[in-house]
T-cell receptor, first 114, second 113 residues
Framework: DTAVSQTPKYLVTQMGNDKSIKCEQNLGHDTMYWYKQDSKKFLKIMFSYNNKELIINETVPNRFSPKSPDKAHLNLHINSLELGDSAVYFC?????????????FGPGTRLTVT | AQSVSQHNHHVILSEAASLELGCNYSYGGTVNLFWYVQYPGQHLQLLLKYFSGDPLVKGIKGFEAEFIKSKFSFNLRKPSVQWSDTAEYFCAVSNTGFQKLVFGTGTRLLVSP
């Protein structure tokens, strides 16, 4: 059983395009996250949603817009893609928004902007 | 702001050698501490976590870590590594309130057979 799934796994696109990455979790968790892992493997949180409400929004360009249609899904839409957006994007979920729970990560989406 | 330092960026060991990866964090309040592992081409998996209680925590695959509050450290150890331990290891911290994991820069471990 897949706990946290992401689609697509690979995404190659040109600068200026708009793309979306989807994330779904079947763990019944209330909180979901998006992380970005750059080419040096550095991981940084981008967004966090709890029960469809945005609770963490790090300093991310407003070209990035998360959308949570329900608490099991957190999609990431990126407008006007730039070369610097190339990275691996990880979705994660946890049972609740407090610190006392580990996060479960999806397999990642490798985005390449050419 | 919170930060996490992993001083070993690359570690190369032979099989059966002992492993210790350093992790230091800067945050004065109550923290939760994690070690995640990322095998080549795979997603992050939790190795172990510390929330409270015994500062020596045991995780999966023979890994353990010790929380030393006075040193703001949470070093990862394994007495005898295997080739299959080749991976990237990330230390992470979250504090009270909303859970935001702050990751270290990772340590790439290569175990030669």
């Amino acid at each position: 059983d897949t706990a946290v799934s992401q689609t697509p796994k690979y995404l190659v696109t040109q600068m200026g395009n708009d793309k979306s990455i989807k994330c779904e979790q079947n763990l019944g968790h209330d909180t979901m996250y998006w992380y970005k892992q750059d080419s040096k493997k550095f991981l940084k949180i981008m967004f966090s949603y709890n029960n469809k409400e945005l609770i963490i929004n790090e300093t991310v360009p407003n070209r990035f817009s998360p959308k949570s249609p329900d608490k099991a899904h957190l999609n990431l839409h990126i407008n006007s893609l730039e070369l610097g957006d190339s990275a691996v994007y990880f979705c994660a979920s946890s049972p609740a928004q407090t610190r006392s729970y580990e996060q479960y990560f999806g397999p990642g989406t490798r985005l390449t902007v050419t | 702001a919170q930060s996490v330092s992993q001083h070993n960026h690359h570690v190369i060991l032979s099989e059966a050698a002992s492993l210790e990866l350093g992790c230091n964090y800067s945050y004065g309040g109550t923290v939760n501490l994690f070690w995640y592992v990322q095998y080549p081409g795979q997603h992050l998996q939790l190795l172990l976590k510390y929330f409270s209680g015994d500062p020596l925590v045991k995780g999966i695959k023979g890994f353990e870590a010790e929380f030393i509050k006075s040193k703001f450290s949470f070093n990862l150890r394994k007495p005898s590594v295997q080739w299959s331990d080749t991976a990237e290891y990330f230390c992470a911290v979250s504090n009270t309130g909303f859970q935001k994991l702050v990751f270290g820069t990772g340590t790439r471990l290569l175990v030669s057979p």
